[in-house]
């Protein structure tokens, strides 16, 4: 099992903390933080679409098929009742000399990424206390 550890900084600010890296998560000014780094929602969304890219990626060199100017963009929605991100819009832009008849194969891989499938059939989710760490 792989482990991801978040800690309060200050504000609504957080480090994220995963293997060798540290990335930082915080509000925009009009929620409440500073707006020094992206929101967890945004990384949510951010998560889902570098995935479809390295899937995209992976076939498209898989193939032999050009990958310089493949881009993924996403779009999304939230909604209020409950909190959570309501809709999802990916468009994938290929490079010029994709074939099309590699189109719906390419498309059927990107949309089987891992982070797209975890959505699509979702994990289980166990949220539980666990003893406080003294400070010091």
């Known amino acids: 099992m792989s482990t991801m550890t978040v800690w309060y900084l200050d504000g609504d600010r957080f480090a994220v903390g995963m293997r060798d890296h540290v990335l930082t998560v ?3 000014v009009a929620e ?3 707006d ?3 929101t967890p929602t945004e990384l949510f969304i951010a998560s889902l679409t570098s995935c479809i890219a390295f899937y995209v990626r992976r076939y498209l060199a898989r193939h032999d098929l050009p990958t310089a100017g493949m881009a ?3 779009e999304y929605t ?4 409950p909190a959570r ?3 999802i819009r990916v468009d994938i832009t290929l490079p010029e000399g994709v074939p ?3 189109r719906e194969a390419l498309l059927a891989v990107a949309s089987h990424c891992t982070v797209h499938n975890s959505l699509t059939t979702p ?3 166990k949220i539980a206390l666990a003893d406080p760490v003294p400070v010091t």
């Open 85 to 87: 991100v309501d809709d």
């Open 78 to 81: 939230l909604a209020l009742r």
């Open 100 to 102: 099309a008849d590699r």
């Open 32 to 34: 409440g933080g500073e």
């Open 123 to 125: 994990p289980q989710v």
């Open 26 to 28: 915080d509000q925009p």
């Open 72 to 74: 993924v963009t996403a």
């Open 36 to 38: 020094t780094a992206p």
